[in-house]
């Protein structure tokens, strides 16, 4: 009998697409786990995905749930939750709970929209208006800079940190190939798989710190809004 392959759980980030009290444009305001379509689901949801599907971005793929599980505790850990007045995160638990298909009662999602219903972004958010003490935003500073991956133990390697920084960027790129072929491209991802090209590769091109990469070229032709 052909065994299920169980790495086919994934954690995804619904980003902001304006400014707001509890974090700027492009920022995660929610962290999820899932599999299949889950992410891009809105019925039986207490916080909707984005309506633009730009705006959800998959932090990992191909893991276990527990995997999963754990992943997801560290980010919403990591970015804090508006709730706790910790962060900027609109998730109602600390994550990494119940097991998939679990459904909350009735009577437990009216708790949870009761206890939020009518809250202003600023009472919701302990930080809002506030200012940070030197000492506080050097901490918080070095805790991300030394983020370490929950399943290993290890710090985010350069081509992580820099993967991490192109899935919250949207850009319109023009690109060169080796042949002088022009290509205009949004998605750099998509493009670099195409082309069986590095998208760290391509990155460090269009943001100035190599002249080419595998003989290909290009700039940033605009940032989208």
């Known amino acids: 009998m052909k065994s299920v392959d169980p790495r086919h759980f994934y954690v995804y980030a619904y980003l902001r697409s304006n400014d707001s009290a509890n974090g700027p444009k492009y920022s995660p305001y929610y962290i999820g786990k899932g599999k299949n379509l889950r992410a891009f689901r809105r019925s039986g949801r207490e916080i909707k995905p984005p309506a633009d599907h730009s705006f959800i971005v998959m932090i990992q793929e191909g893991i276990t749930e527990k995997q999963a599980f754990s992943l997801e505790k560290y980010c919403i850990a990591l970015y804090g939750r508006i709730s ?3 962060g900027i995160l609109r ?3 600390d994550g990494g709970e119940g097991a998939s298909g679990a459904n909350r009662s009735q009577e437990t ?9 009518g809250k202003r972004l600023g009472e919701a958010n302990s930080f809002f208006g506030k200012k940070h003490s030197e000492e506080t935003r050097q901490r918080q500073s070095e805790a991300k800079r030394g983020a370490k991956h929950p399943q290993w133990g290890k710090p985010r390697t350069q081509e992580q940190k820099e993967k991490a920084s192109i899935a919250n960027q ?3 790129y023009m690109f060169v190939s080796p042949s002088g072929k022009v290509y205009t491209v949004e998605n750099l991802t998509g493009f670099a798989k195409e082309q069986n090209l590095h998208q760290s590769g391509l990155w460090q091109v269009v943001s100035g710190k ?3 990469h595998k003989g290909w070229t290009g700039r940033i032709l605009e940032h989208l809004q």
């Not at 999602?109 to 219903?117: D, I, T, V």
């Open 170 to 172: 949207k850009y319109r």
């Open 91 to 93: 998730n109602l638990t």
């Open 84 to 86: 706790k007045g910790t």
């Open 210 to 212: 190599r002249k080419h």
């Open 109 to 117: 999602r009216s708790k949870l929209a009761e206890a939020n219903r």
